[in-house]
């Protein structure tokens, strides 16, 4: 437990060397990729979206590719194809880029639905299937997907069935002043990226992730987690409520936030910290509750105000 708090502790240090004033940000990534689940980063274009992707995939040990995703972007150049070989007279797969340990799908939203499902299969099973074979993906695999938000031009609103994949969807937001400030004297000469160094490796990032698992969660803490996702498909604003996929995922998050405050075992406010961010983009609004401009995220405030916190019982040492 006390290793894995360390690792994350060398990695978060590590990233805000790039990243300034955004320690919430940069720990929620660690959190998902501590419970192996991948990261929507969604905001306007230029307040580090990319730069905190990157600074993430250098400070682990990990093999690393970028997808720049554009419109005219096919499924093949995701996947990876199958090209007749005239020697041996066999096709030969030559994979793409999303065969790597951290993928960042950078802007995903400028790419067509067709490409953007090209990750559905890879994200969720990791692995890819080509021409009817199936290639695995290295573990961890872990997917960075930044997108700016859907009224910009020239972008396509991602799939439910997309967005359910994701672990968390987090905003970056403008930096504070000093933070700004800052950022500028650090950038005179170069570009804090060019010299940051790898602080763990790949097996510790195994290691860390299996250590989630361990984190204790009590039957109530169980309970209030369906009993909240539950209320998300019963809301009266709420087309479609979260998938019991979207439980599982505030479960092991909250795991991983426990571990990242030094706990062997969750408490609700672990529950009440995260539900936003884990539950809120796998929401569908009623169109009356769109025309009000009520938000998921209203939706999630609203249920965890009126929903009774659990008493709970002292964890596992």
């Given at each position: 437990m006390s290793v894995a708090?360390?690792?994350?502790?060398?990695?978060?240090?590590?990233?805000?060397?790039?990243?300034?004033?955004?320690h919430r940000e940069v720990e929620l990534t660690l959190l998902a990729l501590l419970c192996k689940g991948h990261i929507l980063i969604e905001d306007v274009p230029g307040v580090g979206k990319t730069a905190l992707a990157k600074a993430i995939s250098r400070s682990l040990g990990c093999t690393f590719k970028r997808i720049q995703f554009t419109p005219d972007l096919l499924p093949s150049d995701v996947t990876g194809v199958s090209i007749y070989n005239q020697k041996n007279s066999e096709f030969e797969f030559r994979p793409g880029p999303i065969t790597a340990q951290i993928v960042l799908a950078d802007e995903i939203n400028r790419a067509t639905p067709k490409t953007q499902s090209a990750l559905l299969e890879a994200m969720e099973e990791h692995q890819v299937t080509v021409d009817g074979v199936t290639h695995p993906l290295p573990d961890p695999?872990?997917?960075?997907?930044?997108?700016?938000?859907?009224e910009y031009e020239g972008t396509?609103?991602?799939?439910?069935?997309?967005?359910?994949?994701?672990?968390?969807?987090?905003?970056?937001?403008?930096?504070?002043?000093?933070?700004?400030?800052?950022?500028?004297?650090?950038q005179q000469l170069q570009h804090p990226l060019e010299s940051l160094k790898q602080v763990i490796n790949a097996s510790e990032l195994i290691a860390a992730q299996e250590a989630v698992k361990e984190v204790y969660v009590d039957e109530l803490v169980k309970d209030y987690i369906v009993t909240l996702v539950g209320r998300t498909r019963e809301h009266e604003e709420v087309y479609l409520g979260a998938s019991p996929r979207g439980s599982l995922a505030l479960y092991r998050a909250s795991q991983a936030r426990a571990l990242l405050e030094g706990r062997n075992y969750v408490i609700p406010d672990d529950i009440k910290s995260l539900a936003e961010i884990t539950l809120a983009h796998r929401l569908i609004m009623n169109p009356s509750a769109r025309m009000k401009g009520l938000s998921s995220q209203t939706v999630i405030q609203d249920i965890l105000r009126t929903l009774p916190v659990p008493g709970t019982k002292i964890g596992k040492s």
């Open positions: 708090w360390q690792i994350a502790e060398r990695v978060v240090s590590n990233v805000e060397q790039v990243i300034i004033g955004k695999f872990i997917v960075l997907a930044t997108q700016n938000p859907i396509f609103p991602l799939p439910e069935a997309q967005l359910d994949r994701f672990l968390i969807r987090i905003s970056m937001g403008y930096p504070g002043k000093r933070a700004e400030i800052e950022m500028l004297s650090r």
